[in-house]
């Protein structure tokens, strides 16, 4: 169990439920106020569900045991989920990144290491039952979606009834990524993605005089924003107002927030010009590499790119030399990160605003770049968000030229 989830589900206003085999684990999401209650006991968990949905409380619950065990439970009991997903950790399967239902933790620990056929066989078992359960749900109404750490890939591997009935390119499976029918056209089309940065300082108060600097600019840019990017801008504003509220720190002063390229330089200028004043220590921008353009993964970052390049590795190289040249402090290109090596290639960067007149020059030009070579590409995927954004970048920059798609019937094609 990831802590974002929980503290996710929370500030959407949602009843949140997420599961964890291992007891420290939990302990430590807990301490941290990143989840609200630990259960261990299904009964008492259905139980603290139906009075929450009765309610209408907001309230974040752990489930200390399996997670198919929980969806089993619910749908015995006809407990309605509206949105389930699964990020268990399925590129490592055999190693920990699973664990079979009707085991303790210590019993599989103790499998995996001394008996590994056995403990695969009980995997494969148990994503047969996991998506069994999942789609009894979803014949309910329950809206599934895969979050790309290759649970489906795995269950399909294991015989699970994942597949589609009518496949079609990108479309293999039964659900889809949550690239495919959320991030990817909500936000990464547009060029929206997490954008971070870390106050060198080390102190509280420099990241809450950097999130009012980013939040004072997203309110500004909002005003003459576009009718296709507003309900994101909104979005993003709701969040950097509630950061501070919401204890999101865990160690650096650190911060993301979705934006897009303008968003982006322009919280960064800002940042620089702050630095050059005084107001605040230098600060590192970076990213996550689940963004706009930084990565290629084809059961993730690009699976919603249909044009059958989704198995190319193309953009996340030019993304990260590209970067290199146009002034980023440091670059990386690594291989994994999250859905399992082979299966993903990564470009990060980190660059160093000082508040000199070079540092401005540099974010100007990376940040521009580091956003649009995957707007490019997703439009060149013929992607009605992307071919909107990267026409706006144009417009903005008039040194960008991008060969635009030509759009035919499919029929016809």
């Not at 609200?36 to 603290?48: F, P, Q, T, Y």
């Not at 008996?115 to 148990?126: C, G, H, N, W």
């Not at 979050?147 to 294991?158: C, D, M, Q, T």
């Not at 982006?264 to 996550?288: Q, S, Y």
């Amino acid at each position: 169990m990831s802590g974002a989830q929980p503290k996710a589900g929370n500030i959407a206003g949602c009843v949140t439920v997420c599961a964890e085999v291992n007891p420290k684990i939990t302990k430590i999401r807990h301490d941290q106020k990143w989840v609200n209650e630990i259960h261990e006991d299904l009964d008492a968990l259905v139980k603290r569900v139906r009075e929450a949905q009765e309610n209408k409380e907001t309230v974040s619950l752990a489930y200390l045991g399996n997670i198919v065990d929980v969806w089993e439970k619910f749908d015995q009991e006809d407990l309605r989920i509206d949105i389930g997903s699964d990020q268990t950790s399925l590129h490592n399967p055999w190693a920990g990144g699973y664990y079979p239902v009707g085991q303790s933790f210590e019993e599989s620990n103790k499998m995996m290491s001394e008996d590994p056929e056995l403990f695969k066989e009980k995997v494969q078992e148990t994503l047969r039952r996991h998506a069994a359960a999942i789609n009894r749900h979803t014949e309910k109404g329950t809206y599934f979606f895969d979050y790309g750490n290759a649970f489906l890939l795995e269950a399909s591997r294991a015989g699970a009834d994942v597949m589609a009935d009518n496949p079609t390119l990108g479309r293999e499976f039964k659900y889809p990524s949550y690239v495919q029918d959320i991030m990817g056209p909500m936000c990464f089309d547009y060029g929206f993605g997490p954008f971070r940065w870390v106050c060198t300082s080390g102190t509280p108060e420099d990241l809450k005089k950097t999130d009012d600097i980013a939040c004072a600019v997203l309110e500004e840019m909002i005003k003459s924003s576009p009718e296709e990017i507003q309900q994101q801008m909104k979005d993003n504003i709701q969040w950097i107002k509630g950061a501070q509220e919401n204890k999101l720190v865990v160690g650096s002063q650190a911060r993301i927030l979705y934006a897009d390229a303008e968003g982006r330089m322009k919280i960064a200028e800002a940042f620089n010009k702050a630095i050059k004043n005084g107001e605040i220590g230098p600060v590192v921008l970076g990213r996550d590499h689940h963004d706009v353009s930084g990565t290629d993964s084809p059961y993730r970052e690009t699976s919603n790119i249909y044009d059958g390049s989704r198995f190319t590795a193309d953009m996340a190289i030019h993304n990260v030399i590209g970067d290199s040249f146009r002034g980023a402090t440091w670059v990386s290109i690594h291989n994994g990160g999250g859905v399992g090596w082979g299966e993903v290639i990564n470009g990060g960067f980190g660059m160093l605003l000082d508040g000199s007149d070079d540092a401005d020059r540099r974010l100007k030009s990376m940040l521009f770049w580091d956003v649009n070579n995957g707007i490019s590409r997703r439009s060149w995927a013929r992607n009605e968000g992307a071919i909107f954004a990267i026409k706006r970048a144009m417009e903005a920059e008039p040194n960008l030229k991008v060969t635009l798609p030509n759009l035919v019937d499919e029929n016809l094609l």
